[in-house]
Antibody, heavy 115, light 106 residues
């Protein structure tokens, strides 16, 4: 059974860079897209971007200038970096498997941006 | 961006009731529509994919239908464990979610 476990800093100051990692356990890393989604009271569920096993990425146009998704196939992990965060970026961030349908999700990481 | 509009935003129903939620897309998304269930403190769970296909392991009381711009999600007989927020999500062009429908018991 494939599981996703994610981690990263939960409290950031404005202008800092958010960094989260998601590890894939119990299944193949190849053949899938790996995705980051966030959820906030103000914006609901928002797709951030995705990466496939070849390293090809797609990003939400509204976040593209600040977001980088990368992968480490040797560790079965993929990561999210979001630069220049503001309070508006405060949300629960999820990693997920899928490129349109998200059938497996991580547990979520609450990220708060506050001075 | 394709906008997804769910209705109602909240719904109160009794155990055993038939529950219906609708989702309308701002443009044609063919059948590229999924439904999720989210319980407090948990990640969303995929229930229905491609408008009408039941995800493996999901009870058959859940169903979905529709194509183009208008979609329906139905619970045929509400169970206590179905109390949650339900979201639609399109992937015809980009990825966008509806604002959610909060389902409560009467």
């Amino acid at each position: 059974q494939v599981q996703l476990q994610q981690w990263g800093a939960g409290l950031l100051r404005p202008s800092e860079t958010l960094s989260l990692t998601c590890a894939v356990y119990g299944g193949s890393f190849s053949g899938y897209y790996w995705t980051w989604i966030r959820q906030s009271p103000g914006k609901g569920l928002e797709w951030i971007g995705e990466i496939n096993q070849s390293g090809s990425t797609n990003y939400n146009p509204s976040l593209k200038s600040r977001v980088t998704i990368s992968l480490d196939t040797s560790k079965n992990q993929f990561s999210l970096k979001m630069s220049s965060v503001t309070a508006a970026d405060s949300a629960v961030f999820y990693c997920a498997r899928g490129g349109g349908q998200y059938e497996i999700w991580g547990q979520g990481t609450l990220v708060t941006v506050s001075s | 961006d394709i906008q997804m509009t769910q209705s109602p935003s909240s719904l109160s129903a009794s155990v055993g009731d038939r529950v219906t939620i609708t989702c309308q897309a701002s443009q044609d998304i063919r059948h590229y529509l999924n439904w999720y269930q989210q319980k407090p403190g948990k990640a969303p769970k995929l229930l229905i994919y491609d408008s009408s296909n039941l995800e493996t392991g999901v009870p058959s009381r859940f169903s979905g239908s529709g194509s183009g711009t208008d979609f329906t999600f139905t619970i045929s007989s509400l169970q206590p464990e179905d109390i949650a927020i339900y979201y639609c999500q399109q992937y015809e062009d980009g990825i966008t979610f509806g604002q959610g429908t909060r389902l409560e018991t009467k």
